[in-house]
């Protein structure tokens, strides 16, 4: 079975840090792989996804994340945080079938 | 020019009762989903819709019924609502169907039930 984990519910940086949210699946296939953001009393919208080729894939708003088959990962950065990144991430998965599954998610808090 | 809309935005509502939230989208895409999103934040994929055909059914219970009219318009009907209900609904779509297209969500419904 196809799962994400998320390490960390929350995690706080100070303005201009380096943001690193984790991600971590396990997939018996090929995953395709997702990082959404969801801001405060909204849906969620796409920050980036890998399917095949260039493991460094680079989102919106300066966010990239890498895939390394080896260690399962997925994890997402940014290299100097802003006021307005602070939302809940969600890291998904699809194994090739027509559902997201998702993690469960890691809230991030940037302080001024 | 709302992509992916949802109605309403908050419902309230006794236990037992029957209620229905509303979705559309304008983006001229095939598949459709609905998704809850508990009080933890979680998210889970209910159903999806492609071409108006059910694809999948997450072994929701069958108080939960999805109506597509057409392939702009996925429906949520819920019939004797439960105290466990009371979530955050997701309304989603994108262009086909498969796991590497992007997702669009709706805005959500909070739906509390008393």
């Known amino acids: 079975a196809q799962s994400v984990t998320q390490l960390g519910s929350h995690v706080s940086v100070s303005e201009g840090a380096l943001v690193l949210l984790r991600c971590n699946y396990s997939s018996s296939v090929p995953p395709y792989l997702f990082w959404y953001v969801q801001y405060p009393n909204q849906g969620l919208q796409l920050l980036l996804k890998y399917t095949t080729g260039a493991t460094l894939v680079k989102g919106i708003n300066g966010f990239e994340a890498e895939f390394k088959k080896s260690e399962t990962s997925f994890h997402l950065t940014k290299p100097s945080a802003h006021m307005s990144d602070a939302a809940e991430y969600f890291c998904a998965v699809t194994p090739n079938t027509d559902k997201l599954i998702f993690g469960t998610g890691t809230r991030l808090q940037v302080f001024p | 020019d709302t992509a992916v809309s949802q109605t309403p935005k908050y419902l309230v509502t006794q236990m037992g009762n029957d209620k229905s939230i509303k979705c559309e989208q304008n983006?001229?895409?095939?598949?459709m989903y609905w998704y809850k999103q508990d009080s933890k934040k979680f998210l889970k994929i209910m159903f999806s819709y492609n071409n108006k055909e059910l694809i999948i059914n997450e072994t929701v219970p069958n108080r939960f019924s999805p109506k597509s009219p057409d392939k702009a318009h996925l429906n949520l009907h819920i019939n004797s609502l439960e105290l466990g209900d009371s979530a955050v609904y997701f309304c989603?779509?994108?262009?086909?169907?498969?796991?590497?297209?992007?997702?669009?969500f709706g805005p959500g419904t909070r739906l509390t039930v008393l």
């Open positions: 989603a779509s994108s262009q086909v169907r498969g796991g590497t297209d992007t997702q669009y």
């Open positions: 983006l001229g895409h095939d598949t």
